[in-house]
C-alpha cells in the first residue's frame, strides 16, 4: 500500500485481514498485539566517512540523513518524536517513500539512515553497509499486529494471527 493509503480503512472493508505496525499510536478502532520491539541503530556504506568514527550526538544530528516520508501528514516517526521532545533535530536531506530502498541509496552516497536493528541486520547481511549505535538514548520501537473487529472471531483470520505472532516472537533475539 502507498502512503496515501488507510490501513484503518483496508482493514475495515476486507481488502486486507491484518497489519504489522510500528506507529507511535496507532489506531484506537483498531485490535492490537504486541509483537515484539527492536532498538535503534546507524545504517551507511562501509566506506562511509563516518564508519569507522565513535559519533557523539552533534555528529549524528549533523550528518545527512535518509528519512522515511512520513506515513501520513502530520504524522512523525519513532527517530522524530524523540527529538523533537529533546529538542534536537537531525540535518535530513532526503525522504524515502518506501523503507526498503533506503539501504540502496545509501550505498552510493554520504547519507546515514537511523533504523531499526532487525532491518538494518537484515540489510548488512548481503550489502556493502556497516551497522553502528545511534549516540542517543532513542527508546525501543514497539511492533505489534492491527485487525479490525470485523475479523475478531473468524477462526480463520484468528488461525492466520496466531502463525504471525509465533513466527516472529520466535525469529531470533528481542532487542
Known amino acids: 500500500m502507498g502512503a496515501s493509503a488507510s490501513y484503518a480503512g483496508a482493514l475495515e472493508s476486507g481488502e486486507m485481514d ?12 483498531l485490535r492490537t498485539t504486541a509483537l515484539f520491539q527492536d532498538r535503534m541503530v546507524l545504517l551507511m556504506r562501509k566506506t562511509h566517512p563516518l564508519a569507522e568514527q565513535v559519533l557523539d550526538a552533534d555528529a549524528y544530528l549533523n550528518a545527512s540523513h535518509l528519512a522515511p516520508t512520513p506515513y501520513s501528514v502530520g504524522q512523525r516517526g519513532v527517530v522524530d518524536m ?14 524515502v517513500p518506501y523503507f526498503n530502498m533506503a539501504p540502496y541509496l545509501l550505498l552510493g552516497t554520504d547519507m546515514i539512515f537511523t533504523a531499526p536493528a532487525r532491518f538494518a541486520e537484515h540489510y548488512a547481511s548481503f550489502l556493502p553497509l556497516v551497522i553502528r549505535p545511534v549516540p542517543l538514548d532513542i527508546p525501543p520501537i514497539p511492533y505489534y499486529l492491527l485487525w479490525h473487529d470485523r475479523t475478531h472471531h473468524s477462526a480463520e ?18 532487542h
Open 18 to 29: 491484518v497489519v504489522i505496525g510500528n506507529w507511535p499510536n496507532p489506531p484506537d478502532t
Open 82 to 95: 524523540y527529538l523533537a521532545r529533546e529538542r534536537m533535530r537531525r540535518n535530513v536531506v532526503a525522504h
Open 157 to 174: 483470520c484468528r488461525w492466520f494471527r496466531e502463525q504471525i505472532v509465533a513466527v516472529l516472537r520466535s525469529s531470533g533475539p528481542m
